[in-house]
């Protein structure tokens, strides 16, 4: 049977690939960084919406039947979770940027503030998300789940006012809040205070102006994209709701009775999308998650310290499967060092110019050298001793001793001449 989706599989293959970038994004060390706690939310929410899309998208791409339900009871929790912990993310992200902004210290000094910092990140990034889509959302939740032809399991929350309260009402107003509080402190900073700022960047290391800029820009980023999405995506399921009920009003809570009984779960094909207007909704819910996770690793994943942080770990990876790419440096430079040979350089001198291939100075010095010991050898030779062979002399030695006769030759001149005047 066909894919109802057209493009199949172009989205699963793109939530896949997102999905393993978020991993390398989570092993990079600039991401785990103290500081940069909401970054690091960030790609694991992100990841995990990513592989929830495309586990459902190749499961139910031809098809809404009720199946995995153990799979869809963790999918649509962590879903929902995601769907609240990516913007809590954000907000952390430009909380400690709005700190760095104001000229304040990277990390507390205080051990206690430090702590503290710690646990509000954690709770805001974490621990509140898993609430959301734990005890809150099973206030409210109206079925077990519901299947949607070629998107799979999500969550089903019932549609009153205490749903919209307790769980729909966090995605758009959690990075409206990081846009109304810490932004416009943020574009201050920046505008009146820029000089101060380059300053409070050089002065600590910890956080360069550059991996400040990316950050802000992906939570930048974050925001325009999250705040449209999740409000729209808000505002046409109170609209459906609305139609549901052939325009009565909304109840506050149907009553926990009414809510869980027949408690089960339901399904729908391709074509109850369409009639619902909701297709436009699911893909743009669907594409905006490995659209941020591509946006993300080209802010972060591509920079020097992020590649130098892959190569650690891909080296670390292969030597635990017996593989060095990379061999030890000290055992090369043993093995190569033991096979140098240290020898004396001859001097080679040209016949016809006297010219050797060592520096001047060095053939000065070795040419006075010669030429005392060849005129010791000349001394020895007037005396009656056996002169060696020029013949079987080194080429260098030949040289010498014909210098040494032209200047006999011309000594012996000189004296006759001396004698006839």
């Known amino acids: 049977m066909a894919a109802a989706d057209p493009t199949y599989p172009f989205l699963p293959l793109m939530c896949i690939l997102a999905s393993v970038l978020m991993l390398c994004m989570l092993l990079n060390g600039f991401v785990r960084q103290k500081w940069n706690n909401g970054v690091a939310f960030l790609c694991f929410w992100i990841m995990v919406d990513n592989v929830i899309y495309a586990i459902n998208t190749i499961v139910w791409a031809d098809n809404f039947e009720l199946k995995l339900y153990i799979y869809c009871d963790i999918a649509s929790r962590l879903h929902l979770a995601s769907f609240v912990g990516e913007p809590a993310a954000t907000f952390i992200i430009i909380r400690r940027l709005s700190s760095i902004a104001s000229l304040r ?10 702590r503290k910092s710690r646990f509000v990140e954690w709770t805001v990034g974490f621990v509140f998300p898993l609430v959301v889509a734990g005890p809150l959302y099973y206030v409210v939740q109206g079925e077990r789940f519901q299947i949607s032809e070629c998107f799979g399991c999500q969550e089903a929350v019932a549609l009153d006012v205490l749903g919209i309260l ?33 300053h409070f960047f050089s002065s ?14 992906l939570a930048s980023v974050d925001v325009l994209v999250t705040i449209p999405v999740n409000a729209t995506n808000l505002a046409l399921t109170i609209l459906w709701g609305c139609q549901q009920r052939r325009g009565s009003s909304e109840p506050f809570y149907q009553g926990w009775v009414f809510v869980h009984s027949g408690w089960g779960p339901v399904s729908g094909s391709y074509d109850d999308l369409r009639q619902q207007h909701s297709l436009t909704q699911a893909y743009f819910q669907y594409w905006s998650a490995p659209v941020l996770a591509f946006v993300i690793f080209g802010l972060f994943g591509l920079t020097y310290e992020a590649r130098a942080s892959y190569r650690r770990t891909f080296h670390t990876m292969a030597r635990r499967f017996g593989w060095n790419p990379i061999p030890n440096c ?4 043993h093995l190569t060092t033991g096979t140098i040979r240290f020898v004396r350089r001859t001097p080679q001198i040209s016949v016809d110019t006297g010219i050797g291939t060592e520096p001047t100075s060095a053939i000065c010095a070795q040419h006075d050298t010669e030429a005392q010991a ?12 056996a002169q060696p062979d020029p013949e079987s002399a080194p080429p260098d030695m030949r040289v010498d001793a014909g210098f040494e006769e032209d200047r006999a030759l011309n000594d012996s001149e000189a004296a006759g001449a001396r004698t006839a005047t």
């Open 330 to 333: 000290d055992q090369d430079m």
């Open 166 to 198: 307790l769980v729909m009402m966090w995605g758009p107003l959690i990075p409206l809040l990081s846009v109304t509080i810490y932004y416009p402190r943020i574009a201050w900073t920046f505008y009146f205070h820029s000089r101060n700022l380059n």
């Open 204 to 217: 600590n290391n910890s956080v360069p102006r550059r991996s400040y800029l990316r950050a802000l820009a």
């Open 105 to 114: 210290v990277i990390e507390p000094l205080d051990k206690e503030a430090r």
């Open 374 to 385: 060849a005129h010791s050898e000349g001394a020895i030779t007037t005396s009656g001793t």
